[in-house]
């Protein structure tokens, strides 16, 4: 007999996770990741940043070069055949029969599962439309459907039986902005539920939307992990100068140890000075003193996008 996971165990736990491809490419390097349970968690990273593997091996389908994985508190790929059944996962679209309604596509896959009950099926694949928003749709054939209606159906896949645990590989990615709204807003509904939910993605912002935790990925690397507003709050805010006078605000700040400076329109934004004792107060007075017109002066919050730029010195959307 198994002892059953202990209480606060993680839903998906990594250590040294790595791997390396056979041209040399390591993809994945020395990952220790620790997902909460009932987190929305956004694994984040740019493309190529080594998500996608990450993913391929917490599931075992991918075997690691080094290092274990856990899922609900169970080790992968060992335990596979006692933890899978109670994951859910969506990577790389689902296979789809285009000539197949949406709910005979349900079926099949039902249908292929030893554990479903086939006196249950109908039940279960009502719920699944249902849960998805599908149900006007059910009798479309998939081919009819949007990315967005596939990507749900995908979705409904997952959610034939119960689940603890959904892992989800961009789920957003190829969709409309109406099609990413309504999946954000599906993944919010299923975190409501007490499914814990792992996303990758790419979108800061779909991150700091949806998600509760999140670990940034870049070049195979974990460059930090934690809920989302402390990793946020603890990037440095930027000072923000609205004015008529941006160029010779700009240079004013600059004298003044303001650093990455950048200008949009009215716009100053740029790094305060570390220093201690430095005074915002004291550069506001000195734009004044120059004889820049100040409409506003502050500093904005720390966003996630903040926190990326300051743990890889680069912006977000660089090719990993
Ligand atoms: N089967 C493979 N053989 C060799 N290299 C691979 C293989 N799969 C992925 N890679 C390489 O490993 C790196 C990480 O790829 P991975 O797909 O995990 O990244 P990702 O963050 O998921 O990016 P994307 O969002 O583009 O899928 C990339 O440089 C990729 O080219």
């Known amino acids: 007999m198994d002892a059953p996971p202990t209480a606060g165990e993680p839903a998906v736990e990594a250590r040294g996770l790595s791997k390396r491809f056979r041209g040399g ?4 390097d020395g990952l220790d990741l620790r997902v909460p349970r009932g987190s929305v968690f956004g694994f984040l990273g740019p493309n190529g940043s080594g998500k996608t593997t990450t993913i391929r091996m917490l599931l075992g389908l991918v075997t690691p070069t080094d290092g274990s994985a856990a899922l609900l508190g169970r080790p992968m790929p060992a335990d596979a055949r006692r933890v899978l ?5 969506l990577i790389e679209g689902p296979a789809l029969y285009g000539f197949l309604s949406g709910r005979d596509n349900l079926a099949r896959f039902d249908a292929a599962d030893p554990t479903a009950d086939p006196a249950t099926r109908r039940a279960r694949i009502d719920a699944a439309l249902d849960r998805v928003g599908l149900g006007a749709a059910a009798r479309k054939h998939a081919r009819t459907y949007s990315l967005g209606m596939k990507q749900r159906l995908g979705l409904a896949v997952a959610l034939l039986q119960p689940r603890e645990l959904l ?5 957003t990615n190829g969709l409309d902005p109406q099609g990413m709204r309504e999946m954000r807003t599906l993944v919010r509904e299923l975190a409501g539920d007490g499914t814990t939910v792992f996303l990758s993605s790419h979108l800061l912002d779909e991150v700091e939307q949806v998600c509760t935790h999140t670990a940034v990925m870049a070049r195979g690397r974990l460059l930090a992990q934690g809920p989302v507003a402390e990793l946020a709050a603890g990037a440095r805010g930027r000072l923000v100068v609205t004015t008529p006078d941006a160029g010779d605000a700009a240079s004013v700040l600059k004298e003044h140890g303001v650093t990455a400076l950048s200008t949009e329109g009215d716009r100053v934004t740029g790094d305060p000075p570390t220093e201690p004792g430095t005074d915002l ?3 506001n007075a000195a734009l004044v003193h120059a004889g820049v017109r100040v409409r506003s002066f502050g500093v904005e919050n720390g966003s996630l996008e903040d926190a990326f730029v300051a743990l890889t010195g680069e912006g977000f959307d660089v090719a990993g």
């Open 25 to 28: 490419q390591l993809a994945v």
């Open 85 to 89: 059944p109670k994951v859910g996962a």
């Open 281 to 283: 107060a004291d550069l």
């Open 167 to 171: 892992i989800l590989d961009e789920p």
